[in-house]
């Protein structure tokens, strides 16, 4: 599909506000908290208590142990 003519100077304006866009990459799961600094995933229910628990909760992330580092042996078998 062409362009029109009309068109490339609006997406042309609109990429250039969007370049000047500050990006926050810190995010809090959980909470209205603000995060730790330098965290990029912060996962918090509730402010820090005495024991300066954030949560009753976490991420579990998934775990396999691999036969070859080079490989992705056990998951995939055969040829890829």
Known sequence: MKESK??????????????GVPVCAQVTIGASIEPNKGAFLDLKQRDPDTNNTTSDKGLLLPRVQLTDLTKLYPMFTGSY
């Open 6 to 19: 009309s068109t490339t100077p609006v997406v042309a304006f609109i990429m250039a506000l969007l370049i």
